[in-house]
């Protein structure tokens, strides 16, 4: 159980944090409710419909609370006239909402000439809450102006925010496969801005992740923060969008909702008095009604709470900057839901302040057809019932459409749009792509005609009749690229059906697939080689290629960039070999189907060749010096490479030639050059080139090397180079006085040893295990003072370690030692070792650490299961390696 002083400490330090990022409550808690409707001449509009006031405008206000309401509600709509313009007294309109006409009725106002802004409080009921709440106003009329823009402004951003996350639940409710498709279409409409890595996880995690950091999904919108700064051009009305630009605010360029938010909080703390104090309520509107929301709850003790709410704006109209997001796109009229795509008017998406909208155009008989218009911040524009189109419009040619309707009691005239009407059995084959159809693979054709946006599905009939559909994308207004599956078809003549929008049957187009000859583009082959390269398309239907009497057979085929390359490799290199550099033979190329087709060919320079001349090996000083390898081939990794070569075609060694040196596998390369230095020329024939195998290739290379040179692009043969190897750092060798026990050799990095022996012979040898990670490890006792190893990097080769033994001081107990002086394993037989465990003899040493210790062979590595006074002492693992990573003469103890 948590104590008392743990708790207060808690609270303690949630204030701290709370206050050390300013953090405002959010507006989550439910408050009453509000009627508005806006008259304006003979018009009367709900509030939701409209987004600003103007003077003259009609004002009906009426409290919806509920009939159990207990507490008593003074409702006083008052107007200001700027920060610096006190309003006057008769700007102010009490209302008992709890009895008489105003309970009954509600409060009817006229906008007075002059006004900008509508304030609208809900204070609770004493005497002298309406000369006290006019008071205040007029004393600080400023401030209150300023409560005006901030609320409408948190309100419009809230708005959209609220959008998006309804959309985004609902989707994840209903289908959340659709949330990667739709979340980009609504963050351009709404201007909300979406993390991209959320759309990459599982479907089920997408939604949470787009909720996240919900105030800073909102992008700046200069539309909304537009209609809110009525009579704002002092220097006071940058202060909103220079807040949501601190750092402190974490948000960056986002919207101001987040200041809004902050500095109505300020404002109102201002004004708090003993008897009363102002909290914010934000609207959501509905209609006619305004269901406010709050971040403070509401008190009805001093000091009382008095709720302020903001109407629009008494400005301007501002309408929105509404434009097609590609104004050259053309839409197909004969789509029942026809989707107009529109951005840079979130609000719009948003609210309802744009109203009666309907999409405008001409008729065949020259009249206006008017068609309703919805927007879609999922679908990312304007949906529009076209179904009365179809039999309505002209059936060719394009059409001209507008949108409009209300900007609140405002006419909107919005973006234009181009359309078109399908056009029956309008599409055909493009030029040039009659013989394209290939079978046994994927092929494309292009279809010409009206209306690409028309297009609705693309299916291919065989000969047999057999349907599928296929994917297919428009090129353009009068052009569709389509993607047929014809891996398992069969040559002969096929149909494009093409179903249309409103268009009736699909219109057939015929098609012929044929069998691929294969495309030739040519052959190539280097003067001196005996392999050239066929280079086209289908190439696996090649049998073979001939130049005079010089046959070529296939060899390896490789595909790249669209293009096949063949290797046809010559029967006869010699005659091959012997081809004139320059000259273009005449080429035949005999197909699988017995087809035979001529060709051009190309015998090009000779490739470059090189001829070595003789290497050398600087070794490092830090490296593993004390072992020797047997091998001249063999290249230390930590070691240096010299090599020379001398230039054999062309005679002399280019400036830009260049040696690349490779892992027989291909798994690492290396180029060397004149321009870094690591190749210089010892004459125009000579180049001495130097290697620097970890800093080209990287700690874990080994293996057989090879290099090539280069010259202008063109390579020439591989040739072998040398064997890199890791060396294992070998730090010393400790043996008892007994013959018969093993030695204990110790070092770093010792799972670069394959295996090691006591002689040159290389008998009964100890493997060392893959993956070892030990620091010391049994080996047996050397018969000529030398250790004999093999690398696992070349364990072909036997390599000798010049590290002198060193005897530990003999101990009473190891003649007694029960074992002592038995027979040698049988010839032939090793020992492998076993890091968890110690090493066993192969002539039968027991795995059980209770059991007699096995027979140690002489010059075996047979390890005492117990450790004995005298013997070598346990390991302690060097400093720096893991807790626990000690290895004893009967093997490493720990695992990895």
Known sequence: MVSRC????????????????????????????????????????????????????????????????????????????????????????????????????????????????VLVFLAPATGGDFRTLRNAVRGRPGAFVRTSQDLNQAELDRSRLERYLVTIRALDDADPSRLKDVAPLLARSLAIKVDDKCLDRSPELQAPCLMQGRESLILNDGHSTSMVEALTSTPGSDLLMEASATQQLGYGYYSPYFASVLDIARIFDSFRTAEYQYIPALVSPQGDKLALTLNTVPSFYDPKSVLAVALPAVEPPQPPPLHAVDPKEVYCASRAALLLPVEGAPLVFSTDYAHDLALSLSGKDGKTIDLPARADAAQGGFVVDASALRAAVPAAGSIRASLHGYWGFEPYQGPRFQLRAAAADGWSLAAGDEDALIVGRQDTVHLRGDGASCVESIALKDAAGQETRVDWK?????????????????????????????????????????????????????????????????????????????????????????????????????????????????????????????????????????????????????????????????????????????????????????????????????????????????????????????????????????????????????????????????????????????????????????????????????????????????????????????????????????????????????????????????????????????????????????????????????????????AVEPVSAPPGAPPGDTNAPSGPQHTS
């Open 474 to 870: 428009a090129d353009g207004a009068d052009a569709v690229e389509v993607k047929l599956p014809l891996q398992d078809a069969q040559p002969g003549p096929m149909s494009l059906l093409v179903a249309q929008y409103g268009g009736g049957a699909p219109q057939a187009i015929p098609v012929q697939a044929f069998a691929d000859a294969g495309r030739l583009d040519g052959f190539a082959i280097h003067a001196g080689d005996a392999q050239g390269v066929l280079k086209g398309s289908r190439l696996d239907q090649v049998a073979g290629l001939s130049i005079g009497n010089i046959a070529f057979v296939p060899g390896v085929l490789s595909s790249a960039h669209g293009s096949d390359e063949l290797a046809m490799v010559a029967q006869d290199a010699q005659a091959a070999a012997a081809l004139a550099s320059g000259s273009a033979p005449a080429a035949k190329v005999k197909l699988k189907d017995g087809r035979v087709l001529r060709l051009a060919a190309s015998v090009d320079a000779p490739r470059p060749r090189v001829a070595l001349i003789a290497k050398s090996v600087q070794a490092s000083a830090a490296g593993g010096g004390n072992i020797q390898l047997a091998n001249q081939d063999e290249l230390p990794q930590d070691a240096a490479l010299t090599f020379s070569v001398r230039a054999q075609s062309p005679p002399a060694f280019p400036r830009g030639a260049t040696i690349e040196v490779a892992a027989a596998d291909g798994s690492f390369s290396a180029i060397l050059g004149l321009g870094d230095g690591s190749i210089r020329l010892e004459d125009s024939r000579v180049a001495v080139a130097t290697l620097d195998p970890i800093k080209a290739f990287g700690p874990s290379a080994f293996g057989p090397l090879q290099f090539r040179v280069r010259v202008d692009g063109v390579a020439g043969d591989w040739q072998p180079l040398a064997t890199l190897v890791r060396l294992p750092m070998l730090k010393e060798l400790q043996c008892p006085q007994a013959p018969d026990l093993a030695c204990k050799l110790s070092g770093a990095d010792l799972f670069l040893v394959d295996s090691v022996s006591g002689s040159p012979q290389f008998d009964h040898p100890v493997q060392v295990p893959d993956g070892f990670p030990g620091y010391a490890m049994p080996v047996p006792r050397p018969n000529d003072g030398r250790l004999y190893l093999k690398l696992r990097d070349d364990p072909s080769v036997v390599n000798s370690a010049a590290l002198a033994a060193q005897l530990l001081p003999p101990v009473p107990e190891e003649a007694t030692r029960p074992g002592a002086g038995q027979a040698d394993p049988k010839p032939g037989h090793g020992t492998v070792f076993n890091p968890a465990g110690g090493s066993a003899a192969a002539a039968g040493a027991s795995s059980d650490p209770a059991a007699p210790p096995a027979p140690a062979a002489k010059g075996a590595a047979a390890v005492p299961a117990q450790q004995q006074p005298g």
């Open 6 to 117: 743990s708790r207060w400490l808690l609270l303690f330090a949630t204030v701290l944090a709370g206050a050390a990022h300013a953090v405002p409550a959010p507006f989550d808690l439910a408050g009453p409710t509000l009627e508005v409707r806006v008259t304006r001449g003979e018009t009367t509009l709900p509030a939701s419909q409209v987004p600003n006031l103007a003077e003259g405008d009609r004002l009906w206000i009426k409290a919806d609370l509920p009939p159990t309401q207990s507490a008593h509600y003074l409702m006083v709509a008052a107007f200001l006239s700027g920060s610096t313009n006190p309003p006057p007294e008769s700007w102010f309109f009490p209302c008992k909402t709890w009895t008489g006409k105003c309970a009954r009725d509600g409060l009817t106002v006229t906008v007075p000439p002059g006004a900008g802004q």
